[in-house]
């Protein structure tokens, strides 16, 4: 079973700024992560080991306040990368679905089709779209 029957005649559209934030997102992740990382280290060096319990208790919030950035950081790149991927799939070219019979709704059936009647329709409709 072929699941990827591409449409004849279609066109991709052009590539944008998905391409590019996608190819920068490794980066962008990157140092965004390190950034605060590095404030962090820095501020830990700075301050002295024996410090006063309302300096230690700072610091220690700084600490919850930088993991909570990075884990942000690495939530919105995540989001960026796959709304990219999204919209590269939707530019590019266009696949045939599975046909489905459907009664038109000005003419609707007088009884409900059965199972072997629509096991029937889909059977001559699939022998239709594979000769393409």
Known sequence: MNWFKKLPNT?????????VLW?????IALVGTLA??????LLHWALESDSDPAQTR???MADYMVGGIVVL????VLTVAVGCVIVMVM???GYVADSYKVSHSDQPR???ETAQEAASS??????ITDGD
């Open 91 to 93: 530019k590019g070219p």
């Open 110 to 112: 007088s009884q409900q």
């Open 58 to 60: 700072w610091l220690q």
């Open 36 to 41: 605060p990382l590095v404030c962090l280290g």
């Open 122 to 127: 889909r059977l001559s409709s699939s022998k």
């Open 23 to 27: 190819r920068k997102l490794p980066w």
């Open 73 to 76: 950081h690495w939530t919105l």
């Open 11 to 19: 066109i991709r559209a052009a590539s944008g700024l998905e391409w």
